[in-house]
């Protein structure tokens, strides 16, 4: 791998990592745990999920969670959609 290949890789990854934080920032600003949860369990970082957001995903499959500004007429579509669209979690699936 040469040097422009790993630098690019590298501005890659700082890129994700700051689309990453703004996106939470903006959840914050809404209010809105569903989307919080759905971005921090599939963050790019190579660690297990952190419990509690984990816990935010299982209740909203029950319909017990803060929407802040948004309203969501089938929660749990709603995850699996934004699962869905995480590379994490559709490669290698057929």
Known sequence: ??????????????GGYLKEKLAIGMTRWSDDELERAVIKVTSHKLKAPNEKHMARLISATFNSFNPGKHHYEDPNKYIVDE????????????
Do not use: H, Q, V
């Open 1 to 14: 791998m040469s040097d422009d290949d790993e630098t690019t890789n590298d501005l890659k990854k700082a």
């Open 83 to 94: 699962l869905e669209k995480r590379p994490m979690f559709t490669t290698g699936l057929s």
